[in-house]
């Protein structure tokens, strides 16, 4: 049997000892470094250092061993080239068939606490992408494996065939590329953020396969759910799924809008989702209490709808749930009646989120064809605006509350954006329309006769006052907007006519 080399350095050892014996009794000699070489050692597999093959001690603390012409030469050489075969024999190198190695845990470090720049930069691997990268460039020759996951079919193929096959190992070089690409990029996130950075000449990002979904937004479209390494846990990315089958390309959308809106409050709330708007939105003194207020807000719209809860759900609130047709409830967390309750729905998807997490500060990427628009995200609340009252009169107490509702909710919708609530619950959302009073006479027509008393909020200013007419023949007597409008002093006239207050934020929510 022809003696061929391979090369393993892992900071992943799961599965490695078995792999390293397998390919020892397949006749290649195993070169190893530091950690890997010792445990290789202790499993009884002949293993030669690598400064036995480089002639030269490890140095630097370990941060050059391996970068030398005696493994890179081995790793680089074209095997059929009569030339490159002539300078390995000038120069005594021996070629490397077979390489598996993976990184310093980089992602691992920084997702720590208490890490320090030192650490993290500690860990940044150099070897390691050094010989990846190579070996795959040569995977004409080289089989290069980076995922235990991949050690079964290597072998496979090397105790069937003596060698894997050319289209195996393009597939591993493939994934090599990959890899070192994520490791990367962690890495110039992490330094972009140390250095300040808030709009680099080019934006590196990765996501980790999370699922294959079975279509997109259409049957017709192919889809695929992709979560950011060290992403926020307070997420659908990260949510733990209790019950139901497989959520959808739609189903993750909507989930997220729904997450989003309940993060805003810190009373026991409840949001109904529908298409990535919100139908139906409640809060009370319990979770109970808030989920009849979501529910009787839309009774028909939440027919199908994704549910969002900030409290526990118990078995009273799941017993309510249970009556409607759901495709997914979000909670911090279910009791085990409320549990054994809702999974009589076999479909019914459950998930649970860590409120009590911090939520981290991601930015919002949208794709356009050929580009990426990058924004924070909204997170303008009530609490940072400048609020001022334009009209002749104030809010009352009841009527702030009603106003500040709308306002969380109402940036959650579509623009053209209109809410109408009153203190516990949303009675009206009008979205998407192409003109601001047509929202308000959609949300104005499903709040009906609840308009009376309750508060209108709007997303953007309005630029005529038609929409203040609108809301005053329904009975509005409190509205909350932006201002900033070349027409704001007749909305204002508008509103001191029928004895509405007004309150201006000057901030828009626009939502598209």
């Known amino acids: 049997m022809t003696k061929k080399r391979a090369l393993i350095s892992v900071s992943d050892k799961n599965g490695i000892g078995e792999f390293a014996k397998e390919l020892a009794g397949l006749g290649f000699e195993i070169i190893s470094t530091g950690g890997t070489k010792k445990m290789l050692q202790e499993l009884g597999i002949p293993v030669l250092g690598v400064s036995d ?98 050690y079964a079919t290597v072998l496979d193929e090397l105790k069937a065939d003596g060698e894997t096959t050319l289209e195996t190992r393009r597939k591993l070089a493939a994934k090599v590329f990959r890899h070192t690409a994520a490791y990367d990029a962690l890495i110039a996130e992490y330094m972009t953020s140390l250095a300040g950075e808030e709009n680099p000449e080019k934006l590196t990002v990765t996501y980790e396969l999370k699922q294959t979904l ?11 759910f992709y979560r950011k390494p060290l992403g926020s846990a307070f997420s659908i990315a990260y949510a733990e799924q209790l019950h139901g089958k497989e959520l959808s390309y739609n189903n993750i ?12 409050f810190a009373e026991p709330a409840a949001v109904a989702v529908k298409h990535m708007n919100p139908c139906g939105v409640g809060t009370g003194n319990t979770i109970f209490e808030a989920f009849e207020k979501a529910f009787a807000a839309d009774p028909v719209s939440i027919f199908g709808g994704i549910i969002a809860l900030n409290r526990e759900v118990d078995a009273v609130t799941a017993g309510k749930l249970h009556e409607i047709f759901l495709e997914i409830i979000i909670a911090p967390s279910f009791t085990n009646e409320a549990v054994e309750i809702l ?54 107490p009841e009527e702030w509350e009603a ?38 006479e959609i949300a104005l027509k499903q709040a009906g006769a609840k308009a009376e008393g309750a508060a209108l909020a709007s997303d953007a200013f309005f630029p005529m006052n038609d929409t203040v007419e609108a809301a005053a023949k329904a009975g509005i007597t409190a509205i909350i907007q932006p201002g900033g409008s070349i027409k704001d002093a007749d909305s204002i006239k508008k509103a001191d006519e029928y004895g509405i207050a007004m309150v201006f934020t000057g901030v828009r929510h626009f939502k598209h």
């Open 53 to 150: 093959v480089t002639g030269f001690p490890e140095i630097l603390e370990g941060r050059v061993k391996t970068l030398n012409p005696f493994i890179h030469g081995g790793l680089l050489a074209k095997h059929d080239d009569e030339g490159h075969q002539k300078q390995l024999e000038e120069h005594s190198i021996e070629p490397i068939q077979l390489v598996c190695v993976n990184l310093y845990p980089f992602q691992q470090t920084i997702e720590k606490p208490d890490v320090t720049v030192a650490d993290a930069i500690e860990n940044i691997d150099i070897g390691g992408p050094t010989m990846l990268r190579a070996s795959a460039k040569n995977h004409q020759y080289v089989t290069v494996v980076v995922d235990p996951v991949d």
């Open 214 to 224: 079975r279509y997109g937004e259409n049957p017709h479209q192919q889809a695929a």
């Open 253 to 264: 959308n909507d989930a997220d809008a729904a997450l989003q809106i309940v993060k805003e």
């Open 343 to 396: 999974t009589a729905k076999k479909n019914l998807r459950l998930l649970t989120i860590p409120f009590d997490q911090e939520q981290k500060p991601e930015a919002k990427m949208v794709t356009i064809e050929g580009g990426l628009l990058v924004q924070d995200r909204d997170s303008y609340t009530l609490e940072d605006a400048e609020i001022t009252i334009p009209t002749k009169r104030q809010p009352t």
């Open 403 to 440: 106003l500040k509702l709308g306002w969380k909710v109402v940036k959650h919708v579509k623009s053209n954006a209109i809410v109408v609530s009153d203190k516990d619950m949303t009675l009206g959302i009008g979205a998407g329309q192409m003109n601001r009073v047509g929202s308000a």
